[in-house]
């Protein structure tokens, strides 16, 4: 959801679908589009006018890691509610640090853009009863065809979603909860029955089956915890609902505060992806086709949903029903670390770029992203010494600065930014060498990449 978006979908209840199929659809921006060229992937379906089907047009955007036989797993980065929201999942499967995350577990990168008008109704995508569900099982067929790897239909799924999408990935644990490895569900979360915000929102209900799969439901403090009123005070009250409803029936499930943010994403990415590189370390199957692993009871922690000091599961004093779930020590003080001021740590530099290579004085090369803490920048060197920061300065107005810079859902900015530098003063009748390092938004540096020489 963006910030000037008018449609509150927790607080106000569902439009009438006649309404929604009448409103204009948002033109699909086909010009803005990154390309879908291998190793990217990409389907679009139409608005329909059925009954019960996807009111709205819809893109599904994959990446696939270069070398993956058999893909074990697909993480879903869902975008949330508005106009501006939607256009920005068209950018999601491009992001470095989520590929990062994908390719350390064999797993394709999906983002869906729904063609949401501005003031049209979230729910109509954002419930997946209301046809996202058919549309995004169709597109795994699709592009499992597109992509030549079939098992797309059938492995587990690895769900991320802000605001609308917090509600669809939510949504989609408690109707598919043997297919989902893991679920970050940020500022937004399923209406359950008894959440107070509900007004008419058909309620979900909470099958034993997903009480197994991981769940964290994480939103700023300003959501409706230390600020009370405004457009997202509705969000703790739902969030609070949906933990004691899942943790009081012995559910996985935890709460991470961030202590800055309102409802853009602030810092999450820090903690969401340790979090779920945990979660899919244990739980996907090694072999494709096998059932997924349950979370080992003997590594879990246990944490206050407010702050504070998290304890091994075991050790925990007081009612561990009430206390969130975290998947193992390490991640436990990484929680610990983000709820006091998202500033988590990290000591892992990133890898160092490759293919570096020089025309003329344009220089170009690629890059991974650090799975604990992603890409800030890059050093450029020349004949050993620095003559480049890139950029001077990222651009992120929600938390750490990133090289590809950030939008409201966590995705990168169009246009992409390329990796690519012009020398402006070399000298002339000098055969300069140049390398790149990379530094992480931790401010730690690759080792430097191997030298691209301009010949004299």
């Not at 050093?379 to 480049?388: L, N, P, Q, S, Y």
């Amino acid at each position: 959801m963006t910030r000037s978006a008018s449609i509150r979908w927790w607080l106000v209840p569902l439009l009438l679908v006649a309404v929604a199929t009448d409103l204009p659809a948002q033109k699909p921006p086909y010009d803005v589009f990154p390309p879908a060229d291998p190793p990217y992937y990409r389907v679009r379906y139409e608005p329909s006018t059925e009954k019960g089907e996807l009111v709205y047009g819809v893109n599904y955007t994959l990446w696939i890691p270069a070398g993956v036989k058999t893909l074990r797993g697909v993480i879903v980065h869902q975008h949330g509610c508005g106009e501006g929201s939607c256009k920005s999942g068209l950018t999601g499967a491009y992001d470095l640090h989520w590929q990062a995350l994908a390719k350390k577990h064999g797993c394709a990168l999906l983002s869906p853009a729904y063609e949401q008008p501005e003031k049209a109704d979230c729910q109509m995508w954002c419930d997946p009863r209301n046809g996202s569900d058919a549309a995004f099982r169709k597109c795994l067929n699709d592009l499992g065809e597109k992509c030549k790897h079939p098992e797309l239909v059938t492995v587990p799924w690895v769900l991320w979603g802000h605001s609308g999408g917090g509600h669809w990935a939510g949504g989609m644990v408690l109707l598919h909860p043997d297919r989902v490895a893991a679920a970050w569900l940020r500022s937004g979360v399923p209406q359950l029955a008894d959440d107070p915000n509900r007004k008419g929102v058909k309620a979900h209900t909470v099958p034993d089956a997903a009480l197994k799969v991981p769940l964290l439901c994480n939103l700023g403090t300003k959501e409706g915890v230390s600020v009370k009123d405004g457009q997202f005070a509705g969000v703790w009250p739902a969030n609070e609902t949906f933990f004691k409803a899942v943790r009081g029936k012995g559910g996985l499930v935890g709460v991470a505060i961030d202590p800055l943010s309102s409802h853009d994403c602030g810092n999450q990415r820090y903690l969401a992806i340790r979090w779920l590189d945990a979660c899919l370390t244990a739980r996907l199957p090694k072999k494709a086709g096998d059932p997924l692993t349950p979370m080992p009871a003997e590594r879990a922690w246990l944490a206050p949903i407010s702050g504070g000091e998290p304890a091994a599961a075991a050790k925990w004093k007081g009612d561990t029903l009430q206390a969130g779930w975290l998947p193992d020590e390490a991640t436990a003080k990484a929680w610990a670390e983000y709820v006091k001021d998202t500033a988590v740590t990290d000591d892992t530099p990133p890898p160092a770029p490759t293919n570096v290579t020089l025309k003329g004085n344009a220089l170009t090369w690629d890059a991974e992203a650090d799975v604990e803490s992603g890409l800030a920048g890059f050093v450029v060197e020349r004949d050993g010494k620095e003559i480049a920061t890139l950029p001077e300065k990222g651009k992120n107005p929600f938390g750490r600065p990133v090289f590809q810079n950030l939008q409201y859902s966590d995705t990168p900015t169009q246009p992409l930014v390329p990796m690519t530098f012009t020398d402006p003063k070399p000298e002339a009748g000098k055969a300069h060498a140049y390398r790149v390092i990379a530094v992480n938004t931790a401010g730690l540096k690759s080792k430097p990449s191997a030298d691209a020489t301009r010949p004299k």
